[in-house]
Nanobody, 124 residues
Framework: QLRLVESGGGLVQAGGALRLSCVGS????????IGWFRQAPGKEREGVSC????????TYADSVKGRFTISRDNAKNMVYLQMNILKPEDTGRYYC?????????????????WGQGTQVPVSS
């Protein structure tokens, strides 16, 4: 059973940067597409980015294109989300999730495995 654990969140000022990490255990991440999602208080969970297992180009939400970069290190069983030029509207709890067949941002229910999330508050 794949387990995911996120880390790297924390308070950051607008314009700053953070790198989130997602480590897998119980199974190798290279068998999965990995997505990053976020949820702000009172809002729906939204897709941020996804990287597929076959090495194709990642997918990004329009709101983060040009600022966020997703990458994976299969040797370390990890996926990263580099977040630059952070804005207050990026505030939320960030989750990584795994799917063996889906790599999209529209439907978070298609991801079977989820971490507990890491909090990212961005101050103005």
């Amino acid at each position: 059973q794949l387990r995911l654990v996120e880390s790297g969140g924390g308070l950051v000022q607008a314009g700053g940067a953070l790198r989130l990490s997602c480590v897998g255990s119980g199974s190798t991440l290279d068998s999965y597409n990995i997505g990053w999602f976020r949820q702000a208080p009172g809002k729906e969970r939204e897709g941020v980015s996804c990287i597929n297992k076959s090495g194709g180009p990642p997918t990004y939400a329009d709101s983060v294109k040009g600022r966020f970069t997703i990458s994976r290190d299969n040797a370390k069983n990890m996926v990263y989300l580099q977040m630059n030029i952070l804005k207050p509207e990026d505030t939320g709890r960030y989750y990584c999730a795994a799917s063996s067949w889906y790599c999209g941002l529209e439907s978070y229910t298609r991801y079977r495995n989820w971490g507990q999330g890491t909090q990212v508050p961005v101050s103005s």
